[in-house]
């Protein structure tokens, strides 16, 4: 059984969110051989991309915060009421790094047990061809003609799945016939995904 995932699967373990159980589960049956994971190359830059912007809209605040701190200082009424506000720019540069720290442990993690799926010419050509018949963004095109090609050249036991939050992004029917027709599941969240997996496999 091959599970395909994409960058939302990275960025659910590396920023700890609702499902980060889940996807924890599923990395776990990878590593430990029940399942193989295999992951478009093209999505591993968007959860850098996200991160990196997560840390710049902190920094941002960081700069008016500490723009209010220098004003608040010439008035001697607000003098202990900025103390709090100056562990501000250390806090924030803590969870930045933080969460750098995190999914660059996460990304390492998920590359010694998954397949990378390269974005050569051909994948790329169909995922333009795609993207104008299921009006599909140009990221989602391309992870979505990676996932179809390797799974049409797949010959390990199945049925695989491909699983992804944004479900709304791929719920056009002619995708998930083809994908259905590829002998795969598509599932809309990894809880759903770790829970097909504990009753097939546990």
Known sequence: MTVYLESNFILELALDQEQAAAASA?????????IELAFPAFSLSEPFATVIQRARRRDHFVSTVNEQRRELRRSPFHELDIEPLERIPAAIDLINAREMDRLIAIVERTLLVATLIP??????????????????????????AAVITHLSKNRTSGPHSFINKNFKDFQDPTIIDTL???????????SAGASLFDSSIG
Do not use: K, W
């Open 180 to 190: 259905s027709n590829l002998s795969r599941t598509f599932l809309p969240s990894f």
């Open 26 to 34: 599923i990395l776990a049956r990878a590593e430990s051989g029940e």
């Open 119 to 144: 974005t050569d010419l051909p994948v790329f050509r169909q995922a333009m061809t795609l993207r104008s018949e299921h009006d599909l963004s140009v990221p989602d095109s391309i992870i979505y």
